[in-house]
């Protein structure tokens, strides 16, 4: 830990002596010269100009074939880690931890005019126990050694109107990225829930913003239009091997000039099929929901339905999402008569403030609401967020993020919980 | 998904670690790779050597005659234009504007850009559609509205003139005296007028004193927040490509297509040259058609996410949400960081008549 914070300060201090040197960075940024808030509101946010640059495949828009690729340039490797305290504190007590909360390997570029790539690794960290509940030996890692993303991305196929992405991949009908939100901890809590599990039935573990792998079609319009429409695997049994594709559609439309990212207004509304493996057919009719393979015959359909709003007043951003979930009746372990069905969604305000948008403040609401006979899973949680960014330099840059959430879960008598978190948040 | 992994592996052990060793290369580049220069890890700053086309190198004779020239109002029909009227050193290289005006008073429809670190536009003119200094030097001088001559009898003044039929004789070693000639003269001096030594370009240097600190913030902006180094980068601080701001059409043409005309391509209707800001602030008012006054409405104008209903309005273009003191920072890192101290520039005096060649 001491080392990391050495080195911390050596590279922080490098920045200050000398402006003009800051070539380790995250890929894009260095690969521009760019400070970070070209692309971001404030890291990690997406602003209107980044968001375009995402659609248009890592390209500036309109200067396609007009910049440099990956062979022309430093390799383009970024590294995000968050490391910091954490508090948890509920009715019996509270703990404390130091922790290494992420760490993001990262590459991506253009490899030529209209194909470009992004690769994410996530090592994993063992060190020290990611719960709370003390050293966990390396039997629970704070963070599994995963690849979040490997993708080429195939732009303008049709100008402006068809663009392909291929690989793992962060699918665009998660309109609001939690990948991108400013909070680190899974922020938004609609896109985690499911029927509950257990371990003799089968369970719907799909995660709504978890990365997918398959094959996504995207167009943005000169007029505010934007679809999304992709075959992927699920996420929720073994992704790799699932022969039972599910589907989605998202449209956008955005208003005035901007994105709605950080300026305009962008309403949004999107749809997601799928099919959750329940077991594999023969020999034995045994369960294999969290990781077995999928054959039609015993999987199950679920839906996610939902719409979304971006609402931007000079530098406040407001955004909200509802979402409806169906997990079909055989993923339902209270009542195999009926189908699981649930809502809920969240409603984030950031506000960016000083100058250059140094400081950030969020607040943030979030709300599941279960069946009736299953109320106890009921959310609600309210979360606020300051963050402090110490500088814009070239593509390096250090924030400091204090983070707290109030969480309830049940509806009459409901548990309570309060996580504090306070970290420093570096991405070079 | 191996063949990514291996990619970027490839990627890890081939590519170069970090080379920005071009920005201080000694030798100038040839003319031809200015046009190619793509986007990459290009910091703003860090001017290199003026490209000089291997047809026209650069001699002291050259630079000397092409200077007359150039302040040389015989070279236009009725002897009261030079190109110093409408790209005056004293006017950041341009012109009191908004248009600029040319013989019998008559008012074009453009801005006049400066001619100072014009040596670094890939092309030349708002519409790109002079290749090189040496072509562009031969419009203004036909152009009906500007000097109003034609080459031919603009060459017989000048050959008709000792002095100058003398110095070309030892320029070019040639007593036929032609236009390329007079073309090549006013390029050579023209990649003279190149202003390196701003205070960001001391800053960049190193010297963390040369700017204020509102300066710095205004940089920051610049390459952040603001997303001006999108367009304007690179040692001249501009991409030297076409873009439409959607900027407001003042003066006397009523309709501007830019590089449309010059390309007949309709994704350029309405796209002008990006102009470099070094030594913006002595050069109001600004944008193609000298529409906006001040730096401060020009950047209150990229806030806007620039111009309004323009079907073609460049996709970098964004509302940028700055602030009261943002907007000042940036005004404040264009104006006086922005402006050079080259002396040899900066005191570049018109020659007065009486010293040109008789």
């Not at chain 1, 380790?24 to 209107?48: E, Q, V």
């Not at chain 1, 390396?138 to 196929?157: W, Y």
């Not at chain 2, 602030?323 to 940036?330: I, Q, Y």
């Not at chain 2, 890192?333 to 900066?346: D, G, H, I, K």
């Amino acid at each position: 830990m001491k080392k990391l914070c050495i080195f911390i300060l050596i590279i922080a201090g490098w920045q200050f002596l000398v402006p003009e040197t800051g070539h380790s960075i995250p890929a894009f940024a260095r690969k521009y010269g760019y400070n970070c808030n070209m692309c971001h509101t404030s890291f990690t946010k997406l602003n209107d100009y980044g968001q375009r640059i995402r659609d248009n495949g890592y390209q500036l828009p309109g200067q396609e074939g007009g910049e440099k690729n990956v062979f022309d340039t430093p390799p383009p490797i970024a590294i995000r880690t968050t490391t910091g305290i954490s508090v948890y504190n509920v009715d019996k007590g509270t703990t404390t931890g130091f922790d290494i909360m992420g760490l993001d390997l990262l590459a991506a570029g253009v490899l030529h005019k209209n194909i470009s790539f992004m690769f994410i690794y996530t090592p994993r960290i063992d060190e020290p126990a990611a719960d709370f509940s003390g050293p966990g030996n390396g039997t629970n890692p704070s963070q599994l050694g995963a690849l979040e993303s490997a993708n080429l991305v195939f732009s303008n196929i049709v100008p402006g109107a068809l663009n392909l992405r291929v690989g793992r991949f962060e699918p665009a009908y998660h309109p609001i990225s939690s990948k991108r939100s400013y909070y680190i901890s899974e922020p938004y809590e609609i896109y985690t829930f499911t029927s509950p599990s257990d371990t003799l039935l089968p369970s719907n573990n799909f995660i709504f913003d978890d990365n997918q792998l398959g094959v996504e079609m995207t167009g943005h319009f000169r007029n505010g239009f934007k679809y999304g429409a992709g075959v992927v695997n699920g996420n929720g049994a073994n992704p790799d091997n699932n022969t039972n594709k599910d589907f989605y559609l998202n449209l956008f439309q955005t208003f005035g000039k901007g994105d709605g990212q950080s300026a305009g207004q962008r309403i949004g509304a999107f749809a997601y099929y799928g099919w959750q493996p329940t077991s594999i057919p023969s020999p034995s009719d045994f369960v294999v929901a969290p990781t077995g393979e999928a054959n039609c015959s015993c999987n199950k359909p679920f839906y996610r339905l939902g719409g979304d709003v971006s609402l931007n007043w000079k530098t406040f951003n407001l955004q909200a999402l509802f979402m409806q979930g169906m997990d079909d009746k055989a993923l339902n372990v209270f009542d195999t008569n009926k189908d699981y069905k649930f809502s809920g969604g969240f409603a984030e305000l950031d506000w960016s403030g000083l100058w250059n948008n140094r400081l950030l403040a969020s607040v943030l609401f979030n709300m599941v609401q279960p069946p009736s006979y299953d109320d106890s899973r009921t959310i609600k949680a309210y979360s606020a967020l300051l963050r402090y960014y110490l500088g814009d330099w070239t593509a390096v840059n250090i924030a400091l993020h204090a983070e707290f959430t109030h969480r309830e879960t049940g509806k009459d008598d409901p548990f309570k919980e309060n996580i504090f978190t306070a970290l420093l948040d570096f991405d070079f | 998904m191996r063949y990514l992994y291996v990619l970027a592996g490839i990627t890890l052990l081939l590519l170069p670690s970090f080379a920005l060793a071009g920005d201080n290369t000694p030798t100038p580049p040839p003319a031809t790779m200015v046009t190619t220069n793509k986007l990459g890890p290009e910091r703003i700053g860090n001017l290199p050597p003026v490209p000089v086309p291997p047809s026209n190198p650069q001699t002291s004779q050259k630079i000397l005659l092409g200077k007359q020239l150039y302040f040389d109002t015989r070279l236009s029909k009725d002897n009261t234009i030079s190109c110093a009227s409408c790209h005056s050193p004293s006017m950041g290289w341009s012109d009191a504007g908004p248009t600029s005006s040319g013989i019998n008073k008559q008012l074009g429809g453009r801005r006049s850009p400066p001619v100072s670190n014009s040596a670094y536009n890939p092309l030349q003119f708002w519409d790109g559609r002079a290749p090189s200094l040496e072509e562009q030097a031969k419009g203004p001088i036909q152009n009906p509205i500007e000097m109003g001559n034609t080459h031919l009898v603009m060459l017989r003044t000048v050959q008709d003139i000792p002095g100058y039929a003398d110095e070309f004789k030892h320029a070019f070693g040639e007593s036929n005296l032609t236009i390329d000639q007079v073309a090549d003269a006013i390029a050579a001096f023209e990649r003279t007028v190149v202003t390196t030594d701003s205070p960001f370009d001391r800053y960049v240097k190193g010297d963390i004193s040369a700017l204020t600190s509102q300066e710095k913030k205004g940089l920051e902006i610049f390459n952040g927040k603001g997303h001006c180094t999108t367009c304007h980068w690179g040692g001249n601080l501009s991409d030297g490509r076409f873009h439409n701001l959607g900027a407001p059409q003042t003066g006397p043409l009523k309709e501007d297509n830019g590089r449309y005309d010059v390309t007949k391509d309709p994704q350029d209707q309405g796209k002008f040259k990006t102009p470099t800001i070094r030594d913006v602030a002595l050069r109001a008012p600004y944008l193609h058609s000298g529409s906006d006054k001040t730096l401060e409405d020009v950047v209150e104008f990229y806030n806007k996410g620039g111009g309004k209903g323009v079907s073609s309005l460049d996709p970098m273009m964004v509302p940028l949400g700055l602030s009261k003191s943002e907007v000042k920072a940036l005004v404040a890192f264009m104006t006086r960081a922005m402006t050079s101290l080259n002396p040899e520039v900066a005191n570049v005096k018109p020659i007065p008549p009486s010293d040109l060649p008789k």
